[in-house]
């Protein structure tokens, strides 16, 4: 097992996808996720997938922890950026003699840990640990946000879905999609379009997500995030990056690639660091900025594995992590008035000015690359269309 400080322990770091074209265009990266899910239930490991998927029609949430089946795993694909609870669903498995792999962004999987420590049962139950990389969480009305953009307002909203992968574009440049009750087609529009789309944004971040410094994943047996790397984004198809710390797992991934089930890359440990070069970046500097924030205004904060440090990085980024934190906050005030008013420009308008506030203090370098993004997106669906 090697050590890393930004990726706690591994084995190895690799990238790739599920060889299957048509199967990696339903997932949200390389699909590389789901399909170790299917394999483990295969190979009998397990008997059963914690995941998050759709909530059905009489639920009022979209989205919800439920267990899986081995069939019903292809249809509960996707990354659902949306705040559920897995207590229902844990409670539900204690008196079934049954082994199951959760599934989680990683203040899910430490928490599921911690209550292995506590309770035996769920101990038994829970056998592999699945998570997903996470720059941060979403509320409900993140979605609920997006939609009403493309005109389903939220009493109307039937379902979303979150990566919708357009051909001949980049991984990174894809689409948002919400199904209006009673309609059959999603309406679809360009992520980039979106007001609040943008993850540098922390639009919708809910306060807990201030206080993380775990970006991978670090307590689960291997964890699956998009490799955002300028030489896997120019595959439209998506691509997975890949921190395992499971030697069992790695055979399993060595036997598939010998069988071209799954196409693999190598890619070192700060390669992997690298693809989430954003996150780590808000989780530790922003995260002793925040905590000294939080210090000199007589809050209490939590004990965390970075220090609390006002001047861990220059001014202009501080007061850029501090303007994140504002449109978390803000963006929820603001869109709970526009449902209360009927109006979503309320959100809208109040939005914008604070993304106007966050552009303003953003390096050269990046309102450079925003300024020319429409180009090179353009450019390379030119060039991926030849
Ligand atoms: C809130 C959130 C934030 C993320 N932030 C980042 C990030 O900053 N950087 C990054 O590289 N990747 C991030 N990811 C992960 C990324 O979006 C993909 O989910 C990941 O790359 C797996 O893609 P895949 O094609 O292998 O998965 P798929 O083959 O599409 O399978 C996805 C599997 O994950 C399950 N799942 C989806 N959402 C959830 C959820 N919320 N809780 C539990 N299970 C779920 C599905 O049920 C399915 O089994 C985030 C995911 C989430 C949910």
Redesign the pocket.
């Known amino acids: 097992m090697h050590k890393h400080k930004l990726l706690g322990n591994f084995t190895q770091t690799f990238a790739g996808r599920v060889s299957n074209d048509a199967y ?1 265009l ?10 170790l ?1 299917s394999k483990l239930v295969q190979l009998g490991i397990v008997d059963g ?1 914690i ?3 759709a909530a059905g029609e009489d639920a009022q949430e979209i ?1 919800r ?1 439920s267990v ?1 089946t081995e069939s019903e ?1 292809r249809n ?7 705040a ?1 609870t897995m207590a229902d669903v844990l409670e539900l498995i204690k008196d079934e003699p049954k082994r199951y792999v959760l ?3 990683p203040c ?1 999987i430490k928490a599921a840990r911690a209550m292995c420590k506590e309770d035996p049962k769920i101990a038994q139950r829970l056998v592999f640990f699945v998570a ?7 509320t409900q009305a993140y979605a609920e946000s997006l939609a009403w953009q493309v005109g389903v307002p939220p009493h109307d909203l039937e379902a979303v879905d979150f ?1 919708v992968k357009g051909k001949g574009r980049l991984s990174s440049d894809y689409d948002f999609g919400a199904l209006k009750r009673g309609e059959t087609e999603m309406r679809v529009a360009p992520m980039s379009t979106l007001q609040g789309g943008n ?1 540098g944004h922390n639009t919708f971040q809910p306060e807990a997500c201030n206080f993380c410094d775990d ?1 991978v994943g670090e307590t689960a047996d291997i964890s ?3 490799a ?1 790397l300028a030489k896997f984004t120019s595959d439209p198809r ?1 691509t ?2 890949v921190i395992s710390r499971n030697r069992r797992i790695d055979e399993i991934f060595a036997c598939a690639a010998d069988a071209n089930e799954i196409t693999l890359h190598e890619v070192s440990a700060d390669e992997a660091v690298a ?2 070069a954003g ?1 780590f970046r808000h989780r530790r500097d922003g995260l002793a900025v925040r905590l000294a924030d939080d210090i000199a205004a007589g809050l209490s904060v939590p004990v965390k594995r970075v220090s609390p440090n006002v001047n861990a990085v220059d001014k202009q980024r501080a007061n850029l992590f501090r303007q994140r934190r504002r449109i978390a906050k803000v963006s929820q005030e603001l869109f709970y008035d526009a449902v209360l008013h009927g109006d979503l420009r309320v959100y809208l308008k109040g939005l914008k000015r604070e993304i106007v506030r966050y552009e303003r203090l953003e390096s050269f370098r990046v309102r450079m690359r925003r300024a020319l993004r429409p180009v090179k997106l353009f450019l390379n669906r030119i060039r991926l269309a030849k």
């Open positions: 990696v339903g997932s949200s990266s390389g699909g590389l996720t789901s399909w899910l997938v995941n998050v998927g989205f922890y899986a795993l509960r694909r996707k990354s659902q950026y949306y559920t599934v989680g962004v899910y997903l990389v996470c720059g941060h969480m979403k990566r993850w970006v699956f995030g998009d955002w998506g997975n990056i693809s989430q996150g």
